[in-house]
């Protein structure tokens, strides 16, 4: 006596973005917090060191915010015009920003003013930095000169001339206290060794560039600039390694994850894209409300920062993780699982006679309807709110149970007012689903041949009636259209591909084929 | 012509059980079925086949318990006999000849030596008209009896024995015809009838199916086509009799059978739910749902312990009590025809075909047993006529039998066609296929054909399914695009059409580097590889029916059946026609394992099969008028051991066998004569004593005692007649022995498996056994079969070896003998020369 067999609810492929480890990993943050600031965001970066506060620069003013916190901790105003690249030193207790009125200031994070100011440039400088030595600062300015000075006697130690247009970005070597790479918008890259007065290498990158980024290793270089991440090998002279073109607006900004296995990138495009440094394929994608300017990640990837050009600083911060649940859950569970805990323990002897249970067949309730050949009321446990709605593929697969067991016309029939809305409610959302349609016009024609004598004696229905006809004739304009196109592409592809001479044209009379056919013969090919 | 040699057309295996009603041994232990020409006795306990009742020449028609001795049983046939049978130990008693074909048997104790039988009216073969007789057998101790008292009891009746009844007691006799219950009383000799109405007013059919009487009460019970029953009473009045209605089945009752007792009524019909209602309560009712295909027959053990219930599919269900299925007897099933092919899983070398409605069978020809069902469609069947249900209408295996693809389809008709493809992957702890991957609607119209590589080694990884809607594709077994799949799955790789012509039919070569597809009129040969079109070769008019490439020397052909009757042969170096010859094949198949080829050739009504090699202009075998009707379906099974046969006509049988179904789905094959010889010889019947009981182990054990038994009588004749064998000793002591008294079976195993090695052994190794002057006196503690193999040996011993015909030689004489080897002859040597 075989059991009972369940209706087989199909597993439709899951149309739209697939779910992949990476989307789940970035996926798993909080909704944003965003705060107003007083102007665009033009940079925001991390405090290398515990509690990794991090400086947000905007119009003329630079906020410290906590990890946590959503007021600043810390504000420096004495800025005269707009402050551009508030950065930390490296061990947390020195801030450097330029500025529109060309000083350089150079803050103690626990003050609030100037320690120092270092005036020797003649426009906004947009880049500061500090060196891995801790006593020599880098800044970068749109008078077309980068300088490096000495932070304890506030003297300029060396001035390059070499960039051609304005220095929009910056960086210095972590491991060694001489390198500094510019780029500027005269399309180029720069590196200099501060032992040297000139460049030791320039790499062109085609467009004015906005944002640079070392790898950690310090072999790779990462370049934005137009709507291109380029990444370059130094180790090989400025190889071009690989040229990204994702966004469709112009890239600003760049920044790697903690573990340095992806590389974000930020545009004007509203977008963030996060790449695998590996294959240089991009694996997420974020979506911000106004063209981003500037973007951090904080240590561990805990929040994503991200400032915008309508003055709006968003920060997501990573939710708590799973194991944390699970032991909470745990907690309460326990007490249930205490009154089953010696049954559970229980272990039989070796002279125990075990009687065996018969497993009992769990079904489901429209299972269980089915199984009693009940079928109004499987398809009514089908039509209930939560399956209709969550689960469409349940109430499809039992439709197309009853229709394969010929009683679906049964339970169509003899349904009231409200239960006839409900199913036509159903048919409206699901019948252009093409997982769906085979199954749902058959179940539509039902309806239709069986409550025609009824149409016009309820308001509900005649409603949705016409609104399953205004969709059935969109949904037709639609296929009709998407068949237009299809010939067109056929057209295009039939044009595209190389003519194959056959070999049994030469033979074509030996094996009978007609001349004229073979020689017209050309495989319809298409390649999946 | 080749001549046909000693190669002859046998029925083979998956007879069918369900065709007669099985009959119940008294005390529950066997279970008779008719099957074809012969009845089978199987246990109920094991389902074990113990043996088959082999002696009518036609299908038999019935099979009845004799009610005067619960150990014999009568069989009639269509061939005009009834035989009666020792059915424990399988010894046909007597032969009844009657001389008409007889289509049911009745008996009942009230009337001994009296039988009941079904014949048609009149002797011409087509007549409608059947009458009830009764047949006084003579007591004679002749083996071959012709009985001659007939008396008409009942005319113009029901073919089928369900329709026929005795009633309590054996006082009357109960028939019914379409619309009409005839009771014929026997003390009376009178007979009343009953009628119906052609119909009752909710459009119900009143026509009789079934009929059957209660034990012990004056009840008759009646099944009807639209699914009643009536339970008649009273009917020894013309006027005043009384009937019940019963209803709970939705289509015809099939089968009704009361408990000995009568305490309850089973019935059963196409809902395949065994109804049991209580007798005079009949508004409880019991169930026992989904027993597999329809209810076909009923049959109750004397002792009422045992319910036995035949079904549609060639099954036979044993239920104890109504409760618990307890065992099930499952014979070939074949159904109103096949839809895959006949196919052979290349692990088990299991045949492969349609089953159960939605399953594949996998069935041993070897042991003539189903296997087991693989459940393809997975979904609750519907037993009711007229539905639409999915079908497997197409399966493949890969060459290594770790991929089975199978093609369901519901719905015919175009816009409505459901298909699905699955793919399913042998798994090695279960030793079942699981499914791997479903593909639902893989292409917009039926799927024509579907086809593996022949990759011998590592896996497949490629499907090519050819489809009405003018497409092939190719599937490919890709691994998982992300990380959270299981494992690979199976996605389209290539689509491939030409000219908008449909595909029929596709092959891969031997090596599986091309791939040819039959476009009607055109065979495209592509390579799988980089899906490019190589060539065309056509041989206009007619499609492409069956394409076949070349094994082994003959690769490099291909072979093409078309619908305008020609078998063509190209060659595919030089891409021209090789041959052409003029035949309406209907099936073309290749042997796996050798160059030969079969052609079933449809000709004048009948089939003809040519085997062939594609190189060689000659036929190796030839076979006119194999059957009527075309032959669809067929299948080179793959021998175990290679047959050494150097006989020109059945050489091409020596890799594998050929196995083919006829129109009307009898399985057939060829048989060498050099083969039939060995399976008579060895087909000794076997006497089942009745004191061991009937299981496996005990077939097992009394074939190795046959074994044991058959050498020494061979050796006694040439010596005087000897003692009891006793061989089987150990065996015996084994068995006999009380459970609680013997020793760990470990210890018992390895003495069991020396008593039965210890027979081989040569004839020298004993002598030198001998030489070693009764050492083995030490080895007493040995196993008692040994010891008794060792003394009886010497008795035969000297009519084995010729040279030494003296008597056995004195420890002096030989060591004397020895002392004389030792000696250096060369001296000799050197006076020669």
Avoid at chain 1, 122 to 131: N, S
Avoid at chain 1, 190 to 207: L, Q
Avoid at chain 1, 467 to 480: A, T, V
Wanted: hydrophobic content about 35%; overall charge negative.
């Amino acid at each position: 006596m075989a059991s009972y067999k369940p209706t087989n609810i199909p597993v439709y492929p899951k149309l739209g973005e697939k779910v992949t480890e990476e989307t789940l990993y970035w996926k798993n943050y909080k909704t944003p917090i965003q705060i107003k600031e007083f102007g665009a965001v033009s940079n925001i970066h991390f405090s290398p060191v515990t509690p990794y506060n991090f400086a947000v620069t905007a119009f003329t003013r630079i906020h410290l915010y906590g990890l946590l916190s959503q007021e600043p901790v810390k504000t420096f105003t004495r800025f005269k015009d707009t402050a551009y690249c508030g950065r930390f030193r490296s061990d947390g207790q020195l801030l450097v920003a330029g500025c529109e009125d060309s000083v350089v200031r150079l803050f103690d994070v626990s003050g609030k003013v100037a320690l120092r100011m270092f005036k020797g440039h003649t426009k906004a400088v947009h880049v500061t930095d500090f060196t891995s030595d801790r006593y020599q600062i880098l800044t970068g300015s749109d008078d077309y000169t980068c300088c490096l000075w000495d932070i304890p006697n506030s003297a300029q130690l060396n001035t390059y001339q070499e960039h051609t247009d304005y220095i929009r970005c910056g960086v210095t070597s972590q491991l060694n206290r001489d390198l500094f790479v510019t780029g500027s918008y005269d399309h180029s890259l720069k590196v200099f060794d501060a032992r040297v007065d000139k460049s030791v290498m320039t790499i062109n990158h085609g467009h004015p560039v906005e944002s640079l980024l070392l790898y950690p290793s310090e072999g790779l270089l990462v370049s934005a600039g137009g709507r291109y991440v380029r990444v370059w090998d130094l180790l090989k002279g400025g190889q071009p390694l690989v040229s990204l073109k994702n966004h469709h607006k112009t890239v600003t900004c760049l920044a790697l994850s903690s573990n340095g296995q992806r590389l974000l990138s930020g545009s004007l495009d509203r977008h963030v894209k996060v790449y695998n440094t590996t294959s240089y394929k991009v694996v997420h994608n974020f979506d911000y409300p106004a063209a981003i300017l500037s973007l951090a990640l904080a240590p561990e990837d805990e929040s994503i920062v991200v400032g915008m050009t309508n003055s709006i600083l968003s920060i997501k911060h990573r939710k708590p993780s799973e194991e944390a649940k699970e032991t909470a859950g745990h907690q309460r569970r326990r007490p249930s699982y205490r009154v089953y805990a010696h049954r559970k323990s229980y272990v039989p002897k070796q002279d125990d006679y075990l009687v065996s249970k018969p497993v009992r067949q769990h079904l489901a309730k429209y299972d269980k309807q089915l199984k009693k050949f009940n079928v109004s009321k499987a398809l009514d446990t089908a039509l209930e709110t939560w399956i209709r709605g969550r689960k469409p593929e349940i109430t499809v697969a039992v439709i197309r149970e009853l229709d394969r067991r010929g009683t679906l016309k049964n339970a169509l029939a003899g349904r009231d007012e409200q239960e006839l809305s409900r199913l036509l409610s159903f048919l409206i959302a699901n019948l252009v689903d093409a997982r769906f349609a085979p199954v749902l016009i058959t179940a539509a024609e039902m309806i239709l041949d069986i409550y025609q004598s009824i149409i016009g004696q309820s308001p509900v229905v005649d409603k949705q009636l016409l609104h399953l006809q205004s969709l059935l004739e969109r949904e037709l304009d639609y296929q009709k259209d998407l068949l237009e196109v299809l010939g067109m592409l056929d057209t295009m592809f039939a044009s595209s591909l190389p003519k194959i001479e056959l070999p049994c044209s030469g033979i074509s009379t030996s094996n009978g084929l007609p001349q004229g056919q073979s020689t017209a013969s050309r495989p319809q090919v298409q390649v999946n | 012509m080749v001549e046909h040699g000693d190669v002859r057309v046998v029925h083979k295996g998956g007879s069918k059980i369900n065709f007669r009603e099985p009959a119940l041994s008294t005390d529950s232990r066997f279970l008779l079925c008719a099957s074809g020409e012969s009845v089978k006795v199987f246990s109920t306990a094991t389902e074990e086949c113990l043996h088959a009742l082999q002696g009518h020449t036609d299908l038999i028609t019935g099979v009845l318990l004799r009610p005067s001795n619960h150990l014999q049983a009568y069989s009639c046939s269509l061939d005009g006999t009834v035989r009666l049978w020792d059915f424990t130990d399988g010894i046909l008693i007597r032969t009844y000849s009657i001389g008409y074909p007889i289509y049911g048997i009745y008996a009942s104790a009230k009337h001994e030596g009296v039988i009941f039988i079904i014949t048609p009216m009149h002797t011409d073969t087509n007549s409608e008209l059947f009458q009830l007789v009764a047949v006084h057998l003579p007591q004679c101790g002749e083996q071959l009896v012709e009985a001659k008292e007939l008396s008409a009891v009942l005319s113009n009746i029901s073919s089928n024995p369900a329709a026929s009844a005795f009633g309590r007691e054996g006082q009357y006799i109960v028939s019914a015809k379409p619309l009409q219950l005839e009771v014929y009383f026997f003390k009376k000799h009178k007979s009343y009838s009953f009628f119906l109405k052609k119909d009752n007013q909710k459009g119900g059919k009143n026509t009789f199916t079934c009929i059957t009487c209660h034990p012990t009460e004056d009840c008759i019970a009646s099944g009807h086509e639209d699914g009643k029953i009536r339970l008649w009473r009273n009917f020894n009045h013309r006027k005043e009799y009384t009937y019940s209605t019963l209803h709970w089945h939705h289509s015809a009752v099939s089968s009704l059978r009361f408990t000995p007792e009568g305490t309850n009524l089973l019935s059963g019909g196409v809902e395949s739910v065994l109804v049991q209602w209580r007798y005079n309560q009949e508004s409880q009712r019991d169930f026992l749902p989904r027993l597999g295909g329809a209810i076909t027959h009923i049959s109750v053990s004397p002792d009422g312990a045992l319910f036995c219930t035949s079904h549609s599919d060639n099954k036979i269900t044993i239920i104890q009590s109504c409760v618990k299925v307890s065992a099930v007897i499952q014979g070939l099933v074949k159904g109103d025809r096949i839809r895959t092919d006949l196919m052979i899983e290349p692990r088990s070398k299991a045949l492969v075909l349609n089953g159960k409605p939605g399953h594949l069978q996998f069935y041993s020809l070897q042991r003539d047993k189903l296997l087991y069902n693989l459940d393809i469609v997975q979904q609750e069947y519907i037993h009711e006529s007229g539905l639409e249900q999915f079908e497997v209408v197409m399966a493949a295996f890969d060459a290594s039998g770790s991929w089975l693809a199978t093609v369901e389809e519901r719905k015919q008709k175009a816009p409505e066609l459901e298909l699905n493809l699955k793919l399913w992957a042998f798994d090695d702890q279960k030793q079942s296929f699981v499914l791997n991957t479903t593909i639902s609607a893989p292409h917009e119209g039926r799927i024509t054909a579907l086809c593996f590589p022949h990759v011998s080694d590592g896996q497949t990884t490629m499907l090519v399914s050819t489809s009405r809607d003018g497409h092939f594709k190719a599937w490919q077994l890709a691994a998982p695009a992300h990380t959270e799949d299981e494992g690979p799955s199976w996605s389209c790789d290539f689509l491939g059409a030409y000219h908008s012509l449909v595909p029929e039919c596709c092959c891969f070569s031997a090596d599986s580097s091309l791939l040819a597809v039959g476009f009607q009129e055109v065979v495209t040969v592509w390579t799988p590889a980089s899906w490019e079109l190589l060539t065309t070769l056509s041989q206009p008019p007619g499609a492409v029916r069956d394409l076949c490439f070349g094994r082994l020397s003959c690769s490099k052909y291909l072979l093409g059946a078309t619908t305008s009757r020609l078998l063509c042969c190209w060659n595919l170096l030089t891409c021209s026609l090789e041959w052409v010859t003029s035949m309406d094949v209907s099936l073309l198949l290749a042997d796996p394992l050798s160059e030969n080829m079969a052609a079933f050739c449809f000709e004048a009504g009948s089939t003809d099969l040519f085997v062939f090699k594609p190189g060689e202009p000659r036929p190796l075998f030839s076979h006119k008028a194999l059957c009527s009707g075309r032959v669809t379906h067929a299948v080179f099974v793959p021998r175990e051991v290679m047959l050494e046969s150097c006989d020109e006509a059945s050489q091409w049988l020596n890799c594998s066998h050929l196995y083919f179904l006829t129109q009307s789905m009898d399985l057939l094959t060829f048989i060498t004569k050099a083969e039939e010889d060995k399976l008579t010889a060895s087909s000794k019947q076997l006497v089942v004593s009745d004191d061991v009981a009937m299981t496996p182990f005990h077939l097992l054990l009394g074939k190795h005692r046959d074994q044991l038994e058959n050498p020494q009588a061979e050796s006694r004749l040439s010596v005087e007649p000897i003692r009891q064998p006793s061989s089987s000793a150990g065996i015996n002591e084994l068995l006999q022995m009380p459970a609680h008294v013997l020793p760990s079976a470990s210890f018992l195993c390895s003495m069991f498996v020396q008593s039965l090695l210890i027979s081989v052994n040569k004839p020298s190794e004993q002598n030198k056994e001998k030489e070693e002057e009764m050492e083995s006196e030490k080895e007493e503690e040995d196993s008692d079969g040994e010891m008794e193999s060792r003394i009886s040996r010497p008795e035969h011993m000297p009519s084995g070896e010729s040279g030494c015909a003296a008597p056995a030689l004195t420890k002096e004489e030989v060591r004397e003998l020895r002392r004389l080897k030792k000696l250096d002859h060369s001296w000799m040597k050197g006076l020669l020369d």
